[in-house]
């Protein structure tokens, strides 16, 4: 194939600009795609990696779409990026970041699109998408026990490839397999393996990032401050993570899967009440999550109209159902649990069977879009003392109200591990002292997103009810759930340290502050910024 020469090139990013002023102006991103033509004269493949709505309009809404998971995010008012690239060779992101920075227009880093409040894809300044969908590469190394997995590969990739290697390999990370690793891992990551291995960023060896200068970077060269700050603080605070180096750890052939139900009237209510004093004092083996949700009864005793709320006590055990039994029976003989209800498979298989996928249908791991894409809003919660009953049942109340009627909550245990890890181990604090994580969410339809106003309202009421049983001082939140409810930076201008510290100590608790220097270390200017981005105490300094 022939390859353009650079008068090409220019002439096409010339075009892309040229095309572009004609419906936007004095906002920096036509210089910055005139810097593109100027930087790129060595890698002329980057025109056929950049789009623009002017240009190349369906395939920039193909791509702005594809990786767009929460549907609140793609109406005609919400912001667009004015350019999306979607680098093939991590070469090619320097230049880009060299021109974002001459032409001030904000860089958003997307892998996987999964940010709950769209912030890796959506913002209300001018900017640019850097879409690393391309870096999807995964090296296992099952003798050594590690993997190099590239930012814009999904989870689920990560343990389709290891479990190709090694039956008897696995990785702690999260149970949506569509979920990309670059702002999974920098988030802490977790999953149904926390209580034996913690978090997915615990397990974290190693990392390539590019900084606000364009070097590259690994462990070695970055330094340890800035090591420690992407491994749970949120790595688009501090520049762009092209690869992971990952510890994998020990599963066993064979695990345990069940799923029981309980609705209301087969007490429910006093099996949740009963789970938060167990849970997180089980064997470290063992992880059962709660799922609480509508469902259809036909002799419902709370909220009338034939609907009820169902349980569904969701559980792997790392080893076989003979040795599961009589510690369930020890532990939790409440929840009735009998050998029929148990189901050993491997745990890829498990991983499938967590997601609700048929378990021989392994390939679908390799999937990148949802099987349901849908409008949501979310928040979460931190427990540590015991919910009392009737508490629970004001929440049930709750959940008999109009907007709740594809509303969810679970309960995730803690324990274990996650017990022994230190709260300054990484940024992500949220260690001893925890029985369990609320993640709070509320869906709703295409057809009623004109009246999403109703169902917004409807969970920060839940959050508001809940608010005197869960962490005070702070009142904790888990990044990856991102909620920009609790607080956000200024859109434009300074961000200031007391501003940033109302939703940072939520996320971080004391290891905000340390946060805040590595930034102001690595990133003085402040250039790699969101609406929930660590700040840098320099921007402070300078005014």
């Keep these: 194939m022939k390859t353009p020469s650079i008068s090409t090139l220019s002439f096409i990013l010339f075009v892309i600009f040229s095309c572009s002023c004609?419906?936007?102006?004095a906002d920096g991103h036509e210089d910055f795609l005139e810097c593109l033509?100027?930087?790129?004269?060595?890698?002329?493949?980057?025109?056929?990696?950049?789009?623009?709505?002017?240009?190349?309009?369906?395939?920039?809404s193909s791509i702005l779409r594809f990786s767009i998971q929460n549907l609140r995010f793609t109406s005609e008012s919400t912001p667009k990026p004015q350019v999306i690239i979607t680098p093939e060779h991590e070469s090619q992101i320097p230049p880009i970041i060299h021109c974002a920075k001459d032409s001030e227009v904000q860089v958003r880093t997307r892998s996987g699109g999964h940010d709950y409040e769209g912030l890796s894809y959506v913002s209300q300044v001018p900017f640019i998408i850097l879409d690393l969908i391309n870096f999807s590469e995964i090296t296992v190394d099952a003798e050594n026990k590690t993997a190099?997995?590239?930012?814009?590969?999904?989870?689920?990739?990560?343990?389709?490839?290891?479990?190709?290697?090694?039956?008897?390999l696995g990785f702690p990370a999260g149970v949506c397999p569509t979920v990309g690793v670059g702002g999974h891992f920098s988030g802490g990551g977790y999953g149904?393996?926390?209580?034996?291995?913690?978090l997915a960023a615990d397990n974290v060896i190693d990392a390539r990032l590019i900084d606000v200068n364009g070097r590259i970077l690994h462990r070695q060269s970055m330094g340890e401050d800035l090591f420690w700050a992407i491994r749970g603080?949120?790595?688009a605070s501090f520049g762009v993570i092209l690869a992971w180096k990952v510890q994998l750890v020990d599963v066993p052939e064979r695990v345990t899967v069940f799923t029981v139900q309980k609705t209301l009237e087969q007490n429910a209510s006093g099996l949740i009440h009963?789970?938060?004093?167990?849970?997180?004092?089980?064997?470290?083996?063992?992880f059962i999550r709660i799922i609480i949700a509508r469902a259809n009864s036909s002799s419902s005793q709370a909220g009338g109209n034939n609907v009820t709320l169902r349980a569904s006590f969701n559980s792997i055990f790392l080893g076989g159902v003979d040795r599961l039994l009589p510690m369930m029976q020890e532990s939790f003989p409440e929840l009735g649990l009998v050998r029929e209800d148990c189901t050993e498979m491997s745990w890829i298989e498990s991983i499938l069977y967590f997601d609700g996928f048929p378990i021989e249908n392994r390939e679908v791991l390799l999937n990148r879009t949802q099987r349901s894409v849908r409008y949501f809003k979310a928040k979460s919660d931190y427990v540590q003392t015991p919910i009392p009953e009737f508490a629970l049942e004001g929440i049930w109340r709750l959940f008999f109200e109009a907007e709740a009627d594809e509303a969810v909550v679970i309960f995730s245990p803690y324990g274990g591990r996650m017990d022994e890890v230190p709260e300054s181990s990484i940024p992500f604090p949220h260690r001893a002292g925890n029985l369990y994580k609320i993640q709070h969410l509320v869906?709703?339809?295409?057809?009623?997103?004109?009246?999403s106003g109703r169902y917004l309202s409807w969970i920060r009421r839940l959050y508001s009810y809940v608010a005197p049983y869960v962490s005070r001082f702070p009142r904790a939140a888990?990044?990856?759930?991102?909620?920009?409810?609790?607080?956000?930076?200024?859109?434009?201008?300074?961000?200031s340290y007391a501003e940033a510290s109302v939703w940072g100590m939520k996320y971080f608790k004391g290891n905000f502050e340390r946060l805040v220097r590595v930034k102001t270390m690595v990133d003085p200017g402040n250039f790699f910024r969101n609406e929930q981005s660590i700040p840098s105490l320099r921007e402070e300094i300078d005014d």
């Design 22 to 25: 004609a419906s936007v102006s």
């Design 37 to 60: 033509s100027e930087e790129f004269h060595n890698y002329p493949s980057i025109s056929n990696v950049t789009y623009t709505p002017i240009n190349n309009s369906s395939s920039y």
């Design 148 to 168: 190099w997995v590239e930012s814009g590969s999904t989870i689920g990739s990560l343990y389709y490839r290891i479990a190709e290697k090694s039956p008897v």
């Design 192 to 198: 149904n393996l926390l209580r034996k291995y913690g």
């Design 233 to 235: 603080g949120g790595g």
């Design 274 to 286: 009963r789970w938060q004093y167990v849970a997180s004092k089980f064997d470290e083996d063992l």
């Design 443 to 451: 869906y709703w339809e295409k057809e009623e997103d004109q009246n």
């Design 478 to 495: 888990y990044i990856n759930y991102r909620d920009l409810d609790i607080g956000v930076n200024r859109n434009e201008g300074r961000t």
